[in-house]
């Protein structure tokens, strides 16, 4: 039974859960956290690890790309963002960095530090022979690829990055709609769309039963569930309980798989995730996988030196997104290198998150840290194996309780 309250006389409001709010309950058996298997597969698709990176020029350089596949996971590109604008990515990355470094202080408000360059950047058009190259180069490393565009590209788009190499079509936006009006426009009609298509498409974000039930009428393989990290809440005044959301679109892939007798589309949840808890959280409630943003910027392959945005940042009237620094995003400051005078801000820069772990220790360790921010994976291992579970699709059944 779903649990309204009253807000206010003849205003109700339904009672809705974060993933912090969710505990989960061991039970009675414990196992080996080396007989859990994390294998997760979707389509003709299989991978060794339930995580998916978010798709931000702050994580998708080709190398971290590349490696994020090596690990077991999927990485995935945004076609929209740097990697076809900018020959020289790298380049436009210091450039979104170097305002934060050298900022005086840090600004809240009318303007934060990087996202002016961030919009210009994106001012650029795209060039659809480099983007093309560079998935190439990404499919020839022998790893599956994965490429986002938007809702409202992804008829121009779509066919290009397929062509290109592109196993995978995430169609991705902060939140997607079942039914897109616009005066004047040709709205996209998604079964038509994801009928023509020969590769498997992820939809998403949604936040509801009736959208994501939609969704897969309509074809789409996986469902994106929540907004990733964005500024959103204080913004538009839309915010994520991811736990509810999660159980949500579950519910509804129970009935979508009821009334197909046996298509299974999977949840792939999307929010504020950043420790191992919270992913097993996410997988507690539902979700087959979990799409991971900040946590994998403090990897040295990935292409932010440390810091972490989301492509809403880039928008050019309204952007939605902090451009957050990880813990290795300012090792700069504590080497003293701009405390001296005689260092260049180029050395500053190219010293910005120098001693950042390998994507390897991130997600499998070792670790020192003791919040699970590290090894996610050996973090995800310990929870199910704490609990009796083994496999991803029985631990969706563990108990959990609510903390008020």
């Known amino acids: 039974m779903r649990d309204y309250v009253e807000i206010g006389i003849g205003r109700e409001a339904r009672r809705a859960y974060g993933l912090n709010a969710i505990n989960i309950v061991p039970s009675r058996r414990t196992r080996s956290s080396k007989d859990v298997d994390l294998r997760w ?204 959301q999660i159980a949500d679109v579950a519910a509804a892939r129970r009935e979508y798989l009821d009334e197909t007798e046996g298509r299974y589309v999977h949840v792939i949840a999307d929010g504020d995730i950043d420790t191992s808890g919270e992913i097993a959280r996410a997988v507690a409630c539902g979700a087959d996988a979990v799409m991971l943003g900040q946590p994998l910027a403090a990897a040295a392959e990935a292409a932010g030196h440390g810091f972490y945005w989301q492509s809403q940042s880039a928008h050019p009237r309204f952007p939605r997104g902090l451009i957050t620094q990880t813990e290795y995003g300012y090792g700069w400051v504590e080497a003293g290198l701009a405390s001296d005078g005689g260092t260049s801000r180029e050395d500053i820069i190219a010293a910005s998150g120098a001693d950042r772990p390998s994507l390897e220790t991130v997600l499998h360790g070792p670790s020192t840290s003791t919040w699970g921010g590290y090894n996610l994976v050996g973090g995800l291992r310990r929870a199910m194996a704490k609990c009796g579970y083994t496999d991803i699709k029985s631990f969706q059944k563990v108990s959990i309780t609510v903390s008020q």
């Not at 590349?66 to 929209?80: F, P, S």
């Not at 902060?174 to 590769?199: R, Y």
């Not at 009428?217 to 913004?235: D, E, H, K, W, Y």
């Open 41 to 244: 597969h979707i389509d003709a698709y299989t991978f060794d690890l339930p995580l998916v990176s978010h798709p931000t020029d702050a994580l998708a350089s080709p190398e971290f790309v590349i490696e994020m596949g090596k690990q077991g996971g999927l990485g995935v590109i945004n076609a929209e963002g740097l990697w076809g604008r900018h020959a020289d990515l790298d380049a436009a990355i210091k450039k979104v960095i170097e305002p934060i470094l050298f900022a005086d202080q840090d600004v809240h408000g009318f303007r934060q530090p990087g996202v002016a360059e961030l919009q210009e950047l994106h001012s650029a058009p795209i060039d659809t022979d480099l983007l093309s190259e560079r998935i190439a180069q990404v499919r020839d490393s022998g790893v599956t690829v994965a490429v986002r565009v938007s809702p409202q590209n992804a008829r121009e788009l779509a066919p290009i990055v397929v062509k290109a190499g592109a196993e995978m079509l995430f169609i991705h936006g902060e939140n997607i709609s079942a039914e897109h009006v616009q005066e004047g426009g040709e709205p996209l009609n998604l079964k038509e769309f994801i009928g023509s298509l020969e590769v498997p498409v992820i939809a998403g974000g949604v936040s509801d039963y009736t959208t994501a039930l939609h969704l897969m009428r309509a074809g789409a393989a996986g469902i994106i569930v929540g907004q990733g990290s964005t500024t959103s809440p204080l913004a538009l005044g839309i915010d994520s309980n991811l736990a509810t």
